[in-house]
């Protein structure tokens, strides 16, 4: 009998441990936030399962097509990865239309562009060097520029939310500069009663009309408000600026988009040539390379696994538009269209076995009220990226909490900092979150959390998925 006792014993030792059962059920740490908050539960969606587990911990309205913000992003980027490869790079080509002697192209200089969504302002500086290296310091005719590689379709920038200044508005370009955004800096002077306006980047030809004026206060000041509008009716686009600073403030910055791509793109090229010596005697010209025609110069962008660290990390928009568009042209021809990268996507999440017949994708960056996919979807793409030959680049891209990105002030000096690779998704009714966390046992889990309600994105949501990210931690 004692050696029956000991056998059983033996064995219930050897038996591993229960695994904890599937729940429907949120945990009660997320129900208390959505009660306090008056979140209806059946506006929350969640999807968290284990990294090589059989199936998932907890689902809870996973089936429910949601929008859910900037999370699409994680589509657009894992879809690119697997398409394009992280090796990936955009190019630039430049061509000389005339003939070249002593510094000086008797002809035109063409630009094309082939959707480079990381095109700054210091790396056109360094396309410039190349060119100059090439023997190019004047040149006598125009600027053309070819961006037919993306079809213009959208032609509205603030068609989303009627802000079409606003730098998250910026449409995609096959040549798209420094997100064709202007960083005007105020610099208040209390002695001399002004208030100095620089811009970064200088735009050749683009006035700035400064109206601004001083008044006595704090930077709290209720008083201090700026108002833009764009002139485009002359020859030179000019930008009026109104309304007041106060006089204790150091420096206000505020970030816009002026001009369309093809004109931003003339405008930084022409101001950054000119502050090196060169000249341009003609001016702005759509057109399209000659077929045949050898380019003078061919500029790459950094390679794709780089390109979407800002795009998840950061939330870039049309970082990801461009991607998004860049999927199109490259796996179904040019020029890249909403409706082909619509497709390319499709066919690539097909092939993989991650057909998701709710998605509504739209412009890949997730600005848009018509966006859906369900929790489990997006899960099970993050479960797929994470056993892809790419998935240390892919979540390498998202943010890490309380470190850098969207999510640089959640668990901000928390032991889980550093513990998260999250994508964070915010519009008005919208609050998402999706990535990666590692539990305190050292286990990996994929997270997913979507809220669609009135006050969900400042009323609780946010909470509520932190509560959601504590509870997976202590899995």
């Given at each position: 009998?004692?050696?029956?006792l000991?056998?059983?014993?033996?064995?219930l030792l050897?038996?591993?441990?229960?695994?904890?059962?599937?729940t429907?059920?949120?945990?009660?740490?997320?129900?208390?936030?959505?009660?306090?908050?008056?979140?209806?539960?059946?506006?929350?969606s969640?999807?968290?399962?284990?990294?090589?587990?059989?199936?998932?911990?907890?689902?809870?309205?996973?089936?429910?097509?949601?929008?859910?913000?900037?999370?699409?992003?994680?589509?657009?980027?894992?879809?690119?990865?697997?398409?394009?490869?992280?090796?990936?790079?955009?190019?630039?080509?430049?061509?000389?239309?005339?003939?070249?002697?002593?510094?000086?192209?008797?002809?035109?200089?063409?630009?094309?562009?082939y959707?480079?969504?990381?095109?700054l302002?210091?790396?056109?500086?360094?396309?410039?060097?190349?060119?100059?290296?090439?023997?190019?310091?004047?040149?006598?005719?125009?600027?053309?520029?070819?961006?037919?590689w993306?079809?213009?379709?959208?032609?509205?920038p603030?068609?989303?939310?009627?802000?079409?200044?606003?730098?998250?508005?910026?449409?995609?370009?096959?040549?798209?500069?420094?997100?064709?955004?202007?960083n005007?800096?105020?610099?208040?002077?209390?002695?001399?009663?002004?208030?100095?306006?620089?811009?970064?980047?200088?735009?050749?030809?683009?006035?700035?009309?400064?109206?601004?004026?001083l008044?006595?206060?704090?930077?709290?000041?209720?008083?201090?408000?700026?108002?833009?509008?764009?002139?485009?009716?002359q020859?030179?686009?000019?930008?009026?600026?109104?309304g007041?600073?106060?006089?204790?403030?150091?420096?206000?910055?505020?970030?816009?988009?002026?001009?369309?791509?093809?004109?931003?793109?003339?405008?930084?090229?022409?101001?950054?040539?000119?502050?090196?010596?060169?000249?341009?005697?003609?001016?702005?010209?759509?057109?399209?390379?000659?077929?045949?025609?050898?380019?003078?110069?061919?500029?790459?962008?950094?390679?794709?696994?780089?390109?979407?660290?800002?795009?998840?990390?950061?939330?870039?928009?049309?970082?990801?538009?461009?991607?998004?568009?860049?999927?199109?042209?490259?796996k179904?021809?040019?020029?890249?269209?909403?409706?082909?990268?619509?497709?390319?996507?499709?066919?690539?999440?097909?092939?993989?076995?991650?057909?998701?017949?709710?998605?509504?994708?739209?412009?890949?960056?997730?600005?848009s009220?018509?966006?859906?996919?369900?929790?489990?979807?997006?899960?099970?793409?993050?479960?797929?990226?994470?056993?892809?030959?790419?998935?240390?680049?892919?979540?390498?891209?998202?943010?890490?909490?309380?470190?850098?990105?969207?999510?640089?002030r959640?668990?901000?000096?928390?032991?889980?900092?550093g513990?998260?690779?999250?994508?964070?998704?915010?519009?008005?009714?919208v609050?998402?979150?999706?990535?990666?966390?590692?539990?305190?046992?050292?286990?990996?889990?994929?997270?997913?959390?979507?809220?669609?309600?009135?006050?969900?994105?400042?009323?609780?949501?946010?909470?509520?998925?932190?509560?959601?990210l504590?509870?997976?931690?202590r899995?």
């Amino acid at each position: 009998m004692q050696g029956i006792l000991l056998l059983v014993a033996a064995l219930l030792l050897c038996s591993p441990l229960p695994v904890r059962a599937q729940t429907t059920v949120l945990p009660e740490s997320v129900n208390q936030v959505l009660a306090r908050y008056k979140l209806p539960p059946a506006s929350f969606s969640v999807f968290v399962q284990k990294v090589g587990a059989a199936g998932p911990l907890l689902l809870y309205n996973e089936h429910v097509p949601r929008n859910p913000a900037s999370a699409i992003k994680l589509l657009t980027t894992y879809v690119a990865l697997e398409e394009l490869g992280p090796a990936y790079r955009w190019r630039t080509e430049v061509y000389a239309d005339g003939r070249l002697k002593d510094g000086v192209l008797d002809g035109d200089l063409l630009l094309k562009g082939y959707g480079d969504p990381y095109l700054l302002t210091e790396r056109l500086w360094l396309l410039q060097r190349e060119l100059r290296s090439k023997g190019v310091q004047h040149i006598d005719g125009d600027l053309v520029i070819d961006n037919s590689w993306f079809a213009r379709e959208e032609l509205d920038p603030g068609a989303f939310d009627g802000q079409e200044y606003r730098a998250y508005n910026v449409l995609p370009d096959a040549l798209l500069v420094n997100f064709q955004s202007v960083n005007f800096s105020f610099r208040p002077d209390p002695a001399r009663r002004t208030i100095g306006i620089l811009s970064d980047p200088v735009l050749a030809g683009v006035e700035i009309d400064n109206r601004m004026t001083l008044f006595n206060g704090g930077c709290s000041s209720r008083g201090s408000h700026i108002s833009m509008d764009v002139n485009r009716e002359q020859d030179r686009p000019r930008v009026i600026f109104s309304g007041k600073l106060a006089n204790n403030c150091s420096e206000y910055q505020l970030l816009r988009s002026l001009l369309d791509g093809p004109a931003y793109a003339y405008a930084a090229f022409r101001a950054l040539w000119e502050e090196q010596g060169g000249s341009i005697k003609g001016q702005l010209r759509l057109g399209q390379v000659p077929a045949g025609k050898e380019p003078l110069l061919t500029f790459m962008s950094p390679p794709l696994a780089e390109v979407i660290r800002p795009v998840n990390k950061l939330s870039n928009n049309v970082m990801t538009r461009q991607i998004f568009l860049t999927l199109g042209a490259e796996k179904l021809g040019p020029p890249g269209t909403l409706a082909k990268a619509r497709q390319a996507m499709e066919d690539a999440l097909v092939r993989r076995g991650l057909a998701i017949p709710e998605l509504d994708i739209g412009n890949g960056a997730g600005l848009s009220r018509d966006n859906r996919v369900s929790a489990w979807s997006l899960g099970r793409v993050l479960l797929a990226a994470r056993s892809s030959p790419f998935g240390a680049e892919f979540q390498a891209s998202l943010s890490l909490a309380g470190l850098d990105g969207t999510t640089r002030r959640r668990f901000e000096n928390d032991s889980l900092a550093g513990q998260m690779h999250l994508k964070t998704g915010t519009l008005n009714g919208v609050t998402s979150i999706a990535g990666y966390v590692r539990a305190q046992s050292g286990a990996e889990y994929v997270v997913v959390a979507i809220a669609n309600q009135p006050k969900a994105t400042w009323g609780g949501g946010q909470e509520a998925q932190n509560a959601l990210l504590r509870w997976v931690s202590r899995q």
